[in-house]
């Protein structure tokens, strides 16, 4: 399975082989885009897998886990969840659509009038600006890890 933005550059035997869900950028709010990516922010390991970060009950309930067994939790994860989430939350009043003036949004439609040199569109942009927050999120946490003694708190 690939995820890719456009099939710009894909071949027509690629093409012909392929079963496909396209969504076009009018069908995607910018709620719905904001969501997602805030949603990404929190998870461990973005990268490695595409897993809630928190996965519900229900998802939970068939999982084989021997009776009685108590699951172990790693501390640091629970503790470096928590920092996403601080993060994230801190961060989630710029992508209130539902006001006015969303900030992300206005930042957005403003960036699209000015000259770039290569061609903008509303997904790079976003996937850029969250792999920004993503790395400086990962900066926090890493910090967190290495100076124990005094860490960074949410103020």
């Known amino acids: 399975m690939f995820e890719v933005e456009t099939l710009k550059f894909a071949t027509l035997a690629t093409v012909s082989r392929c079963g496909m869900v396209w969504f076009s950028e009018d069908v995607?709010?910018?709620?719905?885009?904001?969501?997602?990516?805030?949603?990404?922010?929190?998870?461990?390991?973005?990268d490695a897998n595409g897993e809630d970060p928190e996965p519900s009950k229900k998802q939970t309930e068939?999982?084989?886990?021997?009776?009685?067994?108590?699951?172990?939790?790693d501390p640091s994860k629970s503790?470096?969840?928590?920092?996403?989430?601080?993060?994230?939350?801190?961060?989630?009043?710029?992508?209130?659509?539902?006001?006015?003036?969303?900030f992300m949004t206005t930042t957005l439609d403003y960036a699209s009038t000015l000259?770039?040199?290569?061609?903008?569109?509303?997904?790079?942009?976003?996937?850029?600006?969250?792999?920004?927050?993503?790395?400086?999120?990962?900066?926090?946490?890493?910090?967190?890890?290495?100076?124990?003694?005094?860490p960074l708190e949410q103020a």
């Open 79 to 102: 503790v470096n969840r928590k920092i996403r989430k601080q993060c994230v939350d801190s961060m989630r009043s710029m992508f209130d659509d539902s006001e006015t003036s969303c």
């Open 115 to 150: 000259t770039h040199v290569m061609d903008f569109t509303r997904m790079t942009v976003l996937e850029s600006f969250f792999a920004l927050m993503r790395r400086g999120i990962t900066n926090v946490i890493d910090y967190n890890e290495n100076h124990s003694d005094f």
């Open 28 to 46: 995607l709010t910018s709620e719905m885009i904001y969501q997602h990516y805030l949603m990404r922010l929190m998870q461990d390991d973005y």
């Open 62 to 73: 068939g999982m084989n886990q021997p009776p009685n067994q108590p699951e172990f939790v």
